[in-house]
């Protein structure tokens, strides 16, 4: 069987290991093979890539394969972040982008995954049919490609070629962002930002878009080792961030990811907002300040505040496996005011259906503007309003079969009781999640990026949330169905 399966967001590697040249090549081969199989090669392509080591040259290789299959190709200038390909996509009416990224993975991992031509992940349907030409690949070692200087691997000179040129995305996103965004808000409000790229992706677009001396940004040069920690947007992460915002006395702290598709937020007396949090207050900036009427989307993992404040909004809310692609399908078929899940992705009506952490970053910019208080006042109002809610993720590392094996133990004997607390009820969505008579719950499920399992949990209480996180551990760990749940 092929070692390259396309996970939740693309196919991601060590490089040197298994994200290789060859193997880059063999992935785009069977893209492009499906492209001309379905019809939508005539489309062209984008190549896009993030800030990592090497990514230009794996952009080149794509390029060169695409090319000698026929596929005309538009490969960006500069490293792009991923919302920034998938509207080249939409606004240039292309089949797709083949996006090179490990998002926030570290820096030792590349990855590459296809964004469809609606401008969002693609769905397990597509993806499927990539890995079955994937196979086909590996079994014939067939890849046409144009020459490429420096290149490694047979070279078809018969292929029939296209053409391969560089453009820019920046201007066209920018230009369509801040039609999303009330900047005039954001900048009457004199707000004192401080924006952290983490050396990524990023840079150049959030103080682009603001064009306000108020904004500050740090990490701002590109360095494929990420300051030497890996480029995601997390609350140990963002340190300088907090300390950036401390020495210029700032109102806003904003981060995004390796490709900035995750938003990271800091109030001004440095208190990191989780996704979670920052989701529950869109839904209500949106529906109440903005007006937006419609449905509101999350994954399983993703906080049930969302429920609570967007049933307050007048709001519908539907509920997706873990995964932006399936908050994506959502907005394809409905009235979406918002998509969001708890790893920091968003995305709203009127956008892509892909997550956007420079546009999250912007909304909550504008929120703050049009509020006139803290983030954290602002929260602990919502919670005064719909109740509290505390969430929590625990990531244990779980090497393969043994990842199934756990989520198929809790399929076959859920609890009765956790903590305590009777189960009122226990979907299998995606993964096990069990739902608890006081509106607690906890989801287990196998990561589709990394080797571990993560078991996410909410409840009313701090107290209530870790007695349920121990005894859900201890389950995982254990591998022992008959361990006690109280």
Request: aromatic share 6%.
């Amino acid at each position: 069987m092929s070692r390259i399966r396309f996970g939740t967001d693309g196919w991601r590697a060590v490089m040197c290991e298994d994200f290789t040249f060859p193997n880059v090549r063999v992935v785009v081969q069977a893209i492009a093979g499906y492209l001309n199989e379905t019809g939508l090669a005539g489309k062209g392509v984008v190549v896009a890539y993030d800030a990592r080591f090497l990514s230009e040259r794996f952009a080149q290789e794509a390029a060169s394969v695409l090319a000698g299959n026929g596929i005309n190709v538009w490969v960006t200038s500069r490293d792009t972040p991923t919302p920034v390909a998938a509207h080249a996509v939409v606004h240039g009416r292309r089949a797709g982008a083949v996006m090179f990224t490990a998002s926030h993975n570290p820096p030792e991992y590349n990855g590459v995954k296809w964004i469809p031509e609606y401008g969002g992940p693609a769905m397990p349907d597509v993806t499927s049919e990539i890995e079955r030409h994937i196979a086909e690949v590996e079994a014939t070692g067939e890849v046409k490609r144009t020459g490429a200087a420096g290149a490694q691997g047979a070279v078809d000179r018969t292929a029939r070629t296209a053409s391969i040129a560089s453009f820019d995305p920046m201007g066209d996103y920018v230009d369509h962002v801040s039609r999303l965004v009330d900047l005039d808000a954001i900048r009457r409000a004199r707000l004192r930002i401080v924006y952290d790229p983490l050396h990524a992706s990023g840079r150049g677009y959030l103080d682009r878009i603001l064009q306000s001396r108020d904004v500050v940004v740090i990490n701002d040069r590109r360095d494929p080792l990420f300051g030497g920690s890996s480029p995601d947007p997390s609350e140990e992460r963002l340190k300088d961030l907090a300390s950036k915002m401390r020495e210029v006395g700032a109102n806003l702290g904003l981060a995004t990811d390796g490709d900035a598709d995750r938003f990271g937020v800091i109030d001004e007396d440095g208190t990191f907002l989780s996704p979670n949090q920052v989701i529950s207050l869109l839904v209500a900036h949106l529906a109440r300040n903005r007006g937006m009427k419609g449905v509101a989307v999350r994954t399983a993992a993703t906080s049930h505040m969302v429920d609570a404040v967007a049933r307050a909004c007048g709001l519908e809310v539907r509920e997706t496996p873990v995964g932006f692609k399936y908050i994506s399908a959502e907005m394809r078929r409905a009235k979406v005011v918002i998509g969001g899940e708890e790893s920091g992705g968003l995305s709203i009506g009127g956008h892509v259906p892909e997550k956007d952490g420079i546009l999250a970053c912007l909304l909550v910019a504008e929120m703050r503007a049009v509020t006139g208080r803290p983030l954290k006042e602002t929260f602990y109002a919502l919670m005064d309003e719909v109740g509290p809610f505390y969430s929590r993720r625990v990531d244990l590392h779980v090497e393969g079969p043994a990842r199934e094996r756990v989520i198929g133990m809790l399929c076959d004997s859920p609890p009765c009781e956790v903590a305590g607390v009777s189960v009122s009820r226990v979907s299998t969505l995606d993964g096990v999640k069990t739902e608890l008579a006081d509106g607690s719950w906890f989801l287990v499920r196998a990561s589709g990026t990394e080797p571990v399992v993560r078991i996410y949990a909410e409840a009313p209480s701090e107290e209530r949330l870790s007695a349920i996180l121990d005894s859900a551990r201890r389950i995982v760990e254990t591998g022992d169905a008959a361990a006690t749940w109280a």
